[in-house]
């Protein structure tokens, strides 16, 4: 278990991360959300000890990480693929960490076999694909079998079948019990992925839940009408509370009304229909809806 305790971490006047609270449990896959800037590197390199907060403490399994002398039995960790030295074959690099943990060598050949690159041991990490350093930072991550394990961006650089092999990696890992902590920006891995959500902006905490309860968030679902008389069934759907919208293909966005009462109304007053879809709420939505404040780099802004 991963616990964050008002945890804050200040760079001259810039709050990196402000306060932040937040529990990761065990037997699922929570996903760390949140736009660029928000401070979420930062925050998970202070709950592995690698930077120092300003104030308040994170936690694993009740003890800082920096405690745990052969912490890769307890924590597995990736959070930069490119951290590693080139000249090393994948063989020699996990052997080092291996030997510094106290792990059995057998362990290397395990975790490289599991990410698929048994047949690339030998060969030099420097030229690498971003793809093959991405297992091979998740093969170090697995090498301790620990108990709780943390990934930064995992999806980065990897093929179709790699994302597929993760993404049943994670939830095979949470459903042995383990804490799986994945930050990403891609909404539709978390929408794949998730079981929970954290999601920060400017290093604050915007929401801790599951990720069905944070998408219900966003303005809700929606259904898009096409009809010959747009004009007419805008009238008949906002007396009865609908908002509508038209849209610049010519089709209509309702709210406040189900597709079901649509087809009834539409259907009693003669109105003929074309299309009648529901569109519902979705992951990317709430984000972008509940994160809008907290952008730092906004494409197209005025200046």
């Known amino acids: 278990m991963i616990e964050v305790n008002e945890l804050t971490k200040r760079y001259r006047k810039v709050n990196a991360v402000n306060g932040l609270t937040f529990t990761v449990r065990?037997?699922?896959?929570?996903?760390?959300?949140?736009?660029?800037?928000?401070?979420?590197?930062?925050?998970?390199?202070?709950?592995?000890?690698?930077?120092?907060?300003?104030?308040?403490?994170?936690?694993?399994?009740?003890?800082?990480?920096?405690?745990?002398?052969?912490?890769?039995?307890?924590?597995?960790?990736?959070?930069?693929?490119?951290?590693?030295?080139?000249?090393?074959?994948?063989?020699?690099?996990?052997?080092?960490?291996?030997?510094?943990?106290?792990?059995?060598?057998?362990?290397?050949?395990?975790?490289?076999?599991?990410?698929?690159?048994?047949?690339?041991g030998r060969r030099r990490i420097g030229g690498f694909s971003l793809g093959m350093?991405?297992?091979?930072?998740?093969?170090?991550?697995?090498?301790?079998?620990?108990?709780?394990?943390?990934?930064?961006?995992?999806?980065?650089?990897?093929?179709?079948?790699?994302?597929?092999?993760?993404?049943?990696?994670?939830?095979?890992?949470?459903?042995?019990?383990?804490?799986v902590f994945v930050s990403s920006h891609l909404m539709s891995e978390m929408e794949n992925t998730a079981d929970q959500l954290i999601v920060i902006g400017r290093g604050e905490l915007i929401a801790a839940e599951s990720l069905a309860q944070f998408a219900a968030r966003s303005t809700g679902p929606a259904v898009t009408v096409r009809t010959p008389d747009p004009a007419g069934l805008t009238t008949l759907l906002t007396t009865e509370g609908a908002s509508v919208r038209p849209d610049e293909d010519g089709s209509l966005t309702v709210t406040g009304l189900d597709a079901a009462r649509i087809g009834e109304l539409a259907f009693h007053a003669r109105v003929m229909l074309h299309e009648l879809t529901t569109h519902t709420a979705s992951l990317e939505k709430a984000f972008m809806e509940l994160t809008a404040d907290s952008v730092e780099y906004l494409a197209g802004a005025p200046r």
């Open 133 to 179: 350093r991405q297992r091979l930072g998740i093969a170090a991550a697995l090498l301790g079998e620990p108990p709780v394990l943390i990934f930064d961006e995992p999806i980065n650089g990897l093929d179709p079948e790699g994302v597929l092999w993760v993404r049943g990696l994670f939830r095979r890992l949470a459903a042995e019990g383990r804490t």
């Open 26 to 120: 065990p037997g699922q896959v929570t996903g760390f959300l949140g736009p660029n800037g928000a401070g979420k590197s930062t925050t998970l390199r202070m709950i592995l000890g690698l930077n120092d907060p300003t104030s308040g403490t994170a936690t694993i399994d009740g003890r800082p990480f920096r405690d745990r002398p052969r912490g890769l039995r307890q924590v597995g960790a990736l959070l930069d693929a490119h951290d590693v030295h080139g000249g090393r074959s994948a063989v020699a690099h996990l052997s080092a960490l291996a030997r510094s943990n106290g792990i059995p060598r057998r362990r290397v050949d395990e975790v490289l076999q599991e990410v698929g690159l048994a047949a690339a």
